[in-house]
């Protein structure tokens, strides 16, 4: 019996469960084994559901045995971001606020996984309540990147992310608002999709700006990305923010053929501003998919230097109105001691919130304030329209616009924590995509001198992971190299 | 001139309803300052005339039948309260009422 299941991707595992040459439980025990081996290390889960996992994997053997159709995720072991509502174990967004919190009902997204026959291996750490770019804004713990356990895993999915790079769960799930998929995506050399706002429901995602939030998966491949999209995606009657739109078969999308496409590079996002290695890696991506018959055409984003100022004031006004439910009454921390109602809310939040979300949260009530709601807030959603704009024009002329995923690759524990303005801007290259609305995928493109990984980013039209799936799948296929295991966890 | 005075950032406390201490009011006028400072980049732009995106969809309303649905029952929607008597979630007084 092998015993390195945990490298597999989770569509070599769903084959070999379904195809009786594993069982499920072996599979499980193979990622517990792991996770025992390194999480010490790399501090990816802040909860391990180890027996439920177990009983779950269980539950699916007994099915295959029954004769019984297991699903296309049969047997896979997942990781869950501690922002998604799970009735087993607690859903604390790794807050203090939320210690604790058991929520009554699964999320649409982790109800579907489960049908399709998923096995939860737990909860992840992330930045507190998706707000970081490093996952050290955790009150929990700090995750280590699998590459160099000095350097940040990227953020705010931070767990989700060294989860798979360190081979601990075969498929994990993030939420990305500004970039907090692609960009942990980038930082340790997996794949991460954010899709069309829409495409998945976000019932069960605990808000943090709503008109940017959108789930997704990251995986060890692209073809994984396709299952778990095709599996995910559609409309739920619980959010009415989900697209009624038919959703295709993604994985009819894995053709390695890009002949003919046309392939968008931003001029502004190719300036001075870019580590020269960065750019060098992109290229040489570029080239590869150029090599398959793709032709390069330059266009131009002219709004960009602008998507920072509207980003922070669009996600911490949003912020700052979600985040006023967690008041000490219904559920969560509250704080001891207090003599009236408004000491009660006061006391809870002020005790409750880490400094980085009370920062944000600070934020977003002075650009909604009074006297400040048109210069600030009303002005950032007119300069949105103008981004959004930027990139219809673009698809005018090419079906896929590629550019770095972060200008460059994982910083140091603590090197951007004492200045919030200097990590807010290491999310330049992800959050024009969820200000647009369009989805984007991060993939590693190789490693540079430092021996980290550097991350390409591939954004297209609403609606069409198609189109970017083709030409993720087409590189990952010719690019000729395998990322292989991250130094610090072989 | 500084773009946030710690009387700004009094203010916006009271509407967070966050207390915060000395050092973190001092801290904030900084940070806070720094931030806005760098959106007024917006300013370089003209919008007049520009329609505001609040969001990205192309739907308006989402409307379904109004149809009595399963819900919660009060046991699991009370169940992660920190004070409840049972029925109701529990804070202190809000009206004295003088009967103590």
């Known amino acids: 019996m092998s015993n390195d299941w945990y490298k597999k991707t989770a569509h070599e595992i769903r084959d070999a469960v379904r195809a009786k040459k594993v069982t499920a439980l072996e599979v499980t025990e193979s990622h517990l084994a792991r996770i025992e081996d390194v999480d010490g290390k790399v501090k990816a889960f802040t909860d391990v559901w180890a027996d439920a996992a177990r009983n779950q994997a269980k539950a699916v053997d007994a099915r295959i045995k029954n004769g019984e159709d297991v699903g296309v995720l049969a047997g896979v072991p997942i990781g869950l971001k501690d922002v998604f509502c799970t009735k087993r174990g607690t859903t604390t967004c790794c807050s203090k606020i939320l210690k604790g919190y058991r929520s009554p009902f699964d999320g649409t997204a982790v109800e579907r996984l489960q049908n399709a026959g998923a096995v939860f291996l737990g909860k992840l750490n992330m930045d507190e309540f998706a707000m970081g770019s490093s996952t050290e804004n955790s009150s929990v713990q700090i995750t280590r990147n699998p590459w160099n356990l000095d350097c940040v895993p990227g953020g705010s999915s931070g767990g989700s992310a060294a989860a798979i790079a360190a081979d601990e769960c075969a498929i994990t799930l993030g939420s990305d608002t500004g970039g907090s998929i692609r960009q942990p995506a980038a930082c340790v050399g997996c794949v991460g999709i954010k899709p069309t706002y829409g495409r998945i429901s976000r019932y069960g995602l605990v808000a943090f700006a709503s008109s940017l939030d959108q789930i997704g998966p990251f995986t060890k491949d692209v073809e994984d990305t396709a299952i778990a999209l095709n599996v995910m995606c559609g409309r739920d009657p619980k959010d009415s923010t989900s697209a009624d739109l038919a959703v295709p078969d993604f994985t009819k999308s894995l053709k390695a053929d890009v002949s003919g496409l046309r392939i968008g590079l931003p001029k502004e996002y190719y300036t001075d501003a870019l580590n020269a290695e960065m750019r060098e890696k992109i290229m040489d991506a570029v080239k590869v998919l150029e090599r398959q018959g793709a032709k390069v055409v330059e266009v131009s984003l002219p709004h960009t230097d602008y998507a920072i100022a509207v980003y922070y004031i669009i996600c911490t006004a949003e912020a700052s109105a979600n985040l006023a439910r967690f008041d000490g009454v219904r559920y969560g921390y509250r704080a001891p001691g207090v003599g009236s109602t408004q000491e009660l809310y006061t006391r809870t939040k002020t005790d409750g919130y880490g400094p980085e979300v009370r920062r944000r949260i600070m934020l977003g009530t002075y650009v909604l304030s009074s006297g400040y709601y048109d210069a600030y807030y009303l002005k950032a959603q007119k300069v949105r329209s103008l981004i959004r704009k930027d990139f219809t024009d673009a698809f005018e002329k090419c079906d896929v616009v590629l550019t770095p995923t972060s200008p460059t690759a994982a910083f140091k524990i603590g090197e951007k924590s004492a200045n919030p303005l200097e990590m807010y801007l290491s999310d330049i290259y992800t959050i024009s995509v969820n200000l647009a609305g369009i989805p984007g995928l991060s993939m590693p493109c190789g490693l540079v001198a430092s021996g980290l990984p550097a991350g390409i980013q591939i954004m297209a039209k609403p609606f069409d992971e198609e189109t970017i799936l083709r030409v993720a799948y087409t590189y990952e296929q010719k690019r000729g190299f395998e990322m292989g295991t991250p130094t610090a966890v072989k | ?100």
Request: charged letters at 30%; zero cysteines.
């Open chain 2, 1 to 100: 001139m500084a773009k946030i005075t710690k009387a700004d950032v009094e203010y916006v406390a009271g509407l967070a309803q966050l207390t915060l201490d000395e050092a973190t009011k001092e801290k904030l006028v900084g940070e806070m300052g720094d931030i806005l400072a760098y959106m007024d980049k917006l300013n370089e732009l003209n919008t007049d005339g520009i329609e505001p995106t609040m969001h990205v969809l192309e739907m308006s309303n989402v409307f379904r039948e109004d149809e009595v649905q399963p819900s919660l029952d009060r046991e699991a929607a009370l169940a992660n309260a920190p004070k409840t008597d049972g029925e109701y979630f529990l804070v202190p007084k809000i009206l004295d009422t003088g009967d103590e």
